[in-house]
């Protein structure tokens, strides 16, 4: 789901097709970039080379189609060919698939794993769960069944939005930030030397009692006060120059998928899921659950 809707925003035209060929290529670029740097056949990290490889043969040969077309496609790739656009016209093609490829990947995992996780959580936590039904149903009371959700009652979800930011902190879907060193710098009496690549491993910061009361207790009560997400030890979705552009795109996401699950849907976890957390947050097996009509 994740990965659909950001490849519809990407390539809105293309036939489905296309993305049945082009989700199985693009996952193993995923499990490629945080797998050992061993590149020998077999190994995840070499699949994720060859992944790469397939997914930009893919684009190239719809740049090339839709270069040869006039047709006009109302869609990020299209606004990135846009010649009218000067702006645009500065990338050159390579920069054009690293953009792509970029905008597809982070907003693929983080949000799809945010949102299998918050399912964990919440049938874990029949407190939170029924706090976060209340506030959806009220939203829905005088709607009709299909109608959509509107911008104000997005803004009024306050305690899904603290249901997500709890999710990301206790699963820490994003382990860290990577940076790189622009001068010496001493931290607790050690130089890191200019030009040196820091990996600042988050999980360390979400788990820290003196920043998160129980830190290993699902708490989304915590973010009802505001100021938490802004306190700088707080890197769910990075800092600084670099904090992710899309954030509000994925709590948005996730906040519809947990909004028609929660007023249509009960759920019941089938089998105990075993839930890994490094290299990347995942179900090995799969998370189970039964569905029934709420
Ligand atoms: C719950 C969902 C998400 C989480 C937890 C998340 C988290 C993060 C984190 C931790 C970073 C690193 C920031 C840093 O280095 O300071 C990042 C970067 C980024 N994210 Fe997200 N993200 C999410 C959703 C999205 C979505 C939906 C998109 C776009 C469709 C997106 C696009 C990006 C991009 C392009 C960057 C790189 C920014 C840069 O290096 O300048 N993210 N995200």
Redesign the pocket.
Known sequence: MALLV?YKQMLEMEPALLYEAFKPEFDKLVIGTLAMPINLPGTNYYFGFQGRKNVLKMLRKVIAERRASSATHNDMLGDLLSKEDPKHSLLSDEEILDQII??LY??YE??SK?AMMSIKYLHDNPKALQQLREEHLAIRKGKNPEDPIGWTEYKSMTFTRAV?LET?RLAT??NG??RETTNDIEVNGYVIPKGWRIYVYTRETNYDPLQYTEPFTFNPWRWLDKGLESQNYC?????????????E???V??SMFLHHLVTRYRWEEVGDAAIAKFPRVEAPKGLHIKITKY
Do not use: E, Y
Not at 235 to 247: D, E, I, S, Y
């Open positions: 950001s970029t905008i982070s907003g983080t949000v945010t997500i990301s879907i994003v930030v990577l890197f769910l979705f990075g800092a600084g120059n670099r904090v992710c552009p899309g954030k795109l994925g709590i996401k996730i």
